[in-house]
Nanobody, 114 residues
Framework: QVQLVESGGGLVQAGGSLRLSCAAS????????MGWYRQAPGKQRELVAVISRGGSTTYADSVKGRFTISRDNAKNTVYLQMNSLKPEDTAVYYC????????WGQGTQVTVSS
């Protein structure tokens, strides 16, 4: 059974930084893209960043230049370094891993105070 364990969320002041991690455990094969999404109250879930198996990255316009996605294939882990956080970044952040099956993390709350 595959599990995704997220960590690193929390409360931070505007301008601060957080680093999210998402580690996949269990029998998971051929991981392709790994990504982060977020959902703010009353809004739809949206893409934040995605990284291919080869390391190519895509970011939402709202986080370009502030967030950095990376991965460690040996550890089946994806990271999201978030700098210069803004109150509008407040949301539940979910990791997503694409293999033969698509897996979602349980979500981690990020709250940015003004």
């Amino acid at each position: 059974q595959v599990q995704l364990v997220e960590s690193g969320g929390g409360l931070v002041q505007a301008g601060g930084s957080l680093r999210l991690s998402c580690a996949a455990s269990g029998s998971i094969f051929s991981i392709n893209a790994m990504g982060w999404y977020r959902q703010a109250p009353g809004k739809q879930r949206e893409l934040v960043a995605v990284i291919s198996r080869g390391g190519s990255t895509t970011y939402a316009d709202s986080v370009k230049g502030r967030f950095t996605i990376s991965r460690d294939n040996a550890k089946n882990t994806v990271y999201l370094q978030m700098n210069s956080l803004k109150p509008e970044d407040t949301a539940v952040y979910y990791c997503k891993i694409n293999s033969v099956v698509v897996y979602w993390g349980q979500g981690t709350q990020v709250t940015v105070s003004s």
